[in-house]
C-alpha cells in the first residue's frame, strides 16, 4: 500500500524557517516525480514546487521563488520542503503527491499544517 | 497562481449530470494533458480523471473528462450526495514552466 507522510508544521513567525519532511512507503520512492501542493484556508488549491526523480530538476512556483527549496533524499525515500523568509499567506496545509504532468498526482499524504502568525 | 478558469459551483439533484468547465490557453490546457480533482477541506484530494479523459482504478464511470482546443470539461453523471466536494482542473504550463490549477469548483448536491 501506498503510503505519504508529511510532518513539520506547526505554528512559525513571520520571516521565521521551517522544513517539511514527506516519508514514503509501499512505492519506489526514487522512481517517481515528487510535487508539494498547499491549500490555504478559504482558498483553492495552488501547487508549490515540485522535483524529478533523481532529484536533479525542480520547479517552484512564482508565489515561492527564492524562499522556498524542494529537496529528496531517495536513501531515506523522504521529500522536503524548505521554507524560508515565510510569510501569513504562506500559512496552508500542505500535501506531497506522487506524479508528473502526464500522469497527474495519484497518491497524496494527509496533509501538515503550516500557520505564520506572530 | 489560478490561470485556469472554473465557474465558482455548480448543483444538481440526485441522478442528474452536472458539468464543469475549465478554461485555460495554448500554454497549459492547449498542449499538456489536464488532470482533475476532487477535495474535501481538511482531507487528501483525490485524482479524479488524468490525461483528460482517463480514470484511475476504482473511479466511478459516473466521472467522465472531456477537452476541446484550451477547455476542458468533467461531467459528474447519476450525482449522488457524496459527489458533494470542490473540484479542480489542474495542468502544467509550459510558459510559467510549472502546474497551474483552476480556480475550483463547489458542488452542491440538492
Known amino acids: 500500500e501506498v503510503q505519504l507522510l508529511e510532518s513539520g508544521g506547526g505554528l512559525v513567525e513571520p520571516g521565521a524557517s521551517r522544513r517539511l519532511s514527506c516519508a514514503g512507503s509501499?512505492?519506489?520512492?526514487?522512481?517517481?516525480?515528487m510535487s508539494w501542493v498547499r491549500h490555504a484556508p478559504g482558498k483553492g488549491l495552488g501547487w508549490v514546487s515540485a522535483?524529478?526523480?533523481?532529484?536533479?530538476?525542480?520547479s517552484q512556483a512564482d508565489s515561492v521563488k527564492g524562499r522556498f527549496t524542494i529537496s529528496r533524499d531517495n536513501s531515506r525515500n523522504t521529500l522536503y520542503l524548505q521554507m524560508n523568509s515565510l510569510r501569513a499567506e504562506d500559512t496552508a496545509v500542505y500535501y506531497c503527491a506522487t506524479g508528473d504532468r502526464n500522469s497527474g498526482w495519484l497518491h497524496w499524504g494527509q496533509g501538515t499544517l503550516v500557520t505564520v502568525s506572530s | 497562481q489560478s490561470v485556469l478558469t472554473q465557474p465558482p459551483s455548480a448543483s444538481g439533484t440526485p441522478g442528474q449530470t452536472v458539468t464543469i468547465s475549465c478554461s485555460g490557453s495554448?500554454?497549459?490546457?492547449?498542449?499538456?494533458?489536464v488532470h482533475w480533482y476532487q477535495h474535501l477541506p481538511g482531507t487528501a484530494p483525490k485524482l479524479l480523471v488524468y490525461r483528460n479523459n482517463q480514470r484511475p482504478s476504482g473511479v466511478p464511470d459516473r466521472f467522465s473528462g472531456s477537452k476541446s482546443g484550451t477547455s476542458v470539461a468533467l461531467a459528474i453523471s447519476g450525482l449522488q450526495s457524496e459527489d458533494e466536494a470542490d473540484y479542480y482542473c489542474?495542468?502544467?504550463?509550459?510558459?510559467?514552466?510549472?502546474?497551474?490549477f483552476g480556480t475550483g469548483t463547489k458542488v452542491t448536491v440538492l
Open positions: 509501499g512505492f519506489p520512492f526514487s522512481s517517481y516525480t
Open positions: 495554448s500554454s497549459n490546457i492547449g498542449s499538456n494533458y
Open positions: 489542474a495542468a502544467w504550463d509550459d510558459s510559467l514552466t510549472g502546474y497551474v
Open positions: 522535483i524529478s526523480e533523481s532529484g536533479s530538476i525542480t
